[in-house]
């Protein structure tokens, strides 16, 4: 238990709070730390990835919106660094080169009619596509829970903190026999540092995880549009 508030030094900043703190109040704000580097590490990792999948996105677009055939979209595609979007690409085209091998070059012409997919095929290749787009909205996705985590236990673990460390006020009071306020203040205002400790982890990690969710969102949508505009492609060259 604490030493009893009276006779003990007036702490008179925030810090000075922390060091006098008790020994529960400081393994609370030393979890919270940990958190908190954690949590601005995502939160910087996951800013740098998306922006990576923005520009990404961008140089992709302008190539593929030179190219004429899904063929030729390929191959300006499998020029670019990897990228989800080269990757959705070369799932859709590999997957049909492998149900129609050697007809993806084929053009249509006077007695050359291009191969075609069945309405089975088709279903399939959107099932590749799919799958493609779930696999990258998971890697996209990765670690964006624990923001969520740290912005919901942050705030409870503060609580914690500042429960213990109010308990712990007032068996000092107790023991000094003295409920003044010089013998209260110190005491509350060591066990409110926890909460704010907390609060100082929930917010941003919080604010970062809705604006991450959102950027993904917007991700998988365009992964999505891009798929059917592969399959589109493909009814446009008269594959479907």
């Given amino acids: ?15 000075e709070l922390v060091l006098t703190s008790s020994r529960e109040t400081k393994i609370v704000l030393a979890v919270l730390v940990v958190f908190s580097l954690v949590a601005w590490y995502l939160i910087v990792l996951k800013w740098w990835q998306f922006r990576g999948l923005r520009r990404h996105a961008d140089r992709f677009g302008r190539e593929i919106e030179k190219a004429p055939r899904l063929e030729d979209a390929y191959h300006a595609a499998m020029r670019l660094p990897s990228s989800p979007y ?11 080169s492998t149900v129609k091998p050697g007809t993806l070059k084929e053009t249509t012409g006077a007695g050359h009619a291009p191969a075609t997919l069945t309405p089975s095929q088709l279903e399939a290749l959107r099932m590749v596509l799919a799958k493609e787009i779930a696999s990258e909205r998971d890697a996209a996705a990765r670690f964006l829970p624990w923001l969520a985590t740290f912005g919901s236990v942050s705030p409870l673990l503060g609580l914690l903190g500042t429960v213990l460390g109010v308990m712990d006020a007032f068996i000092g009071i107790a023991a000094g026999g003295s409920g003044n306020i010089a013998a209260v203040a110190p005491g509350v205002a060591e066990a409110l540092v926890t909460t704010v400790a907390g609060l100082a982890v929930a917010v941003p990690s919080v604010m970062a995880y809705n604006i991450y969710v959102s950027r993904l969102g917007l991700f998988a949508g365009e992964l999505e549009g891009f798929a059917m505009e592969i399959i589109g492609t493909l009814a446009r060259e008269g594959r479907l």
Avoid: C, D, E, K
């Avoid at 238990?1 to 810090?15: D, K, S």
């Fill in 1 to 15: 238990m604490v030493l009893p508030q009276i006779g003990r030094a007036l702490p008179t900043t925030p810090w």
């Fill in 86 to 96: 080269n990757r959705l690409l070369r799932a859709g085209v590999q997957f049909f």
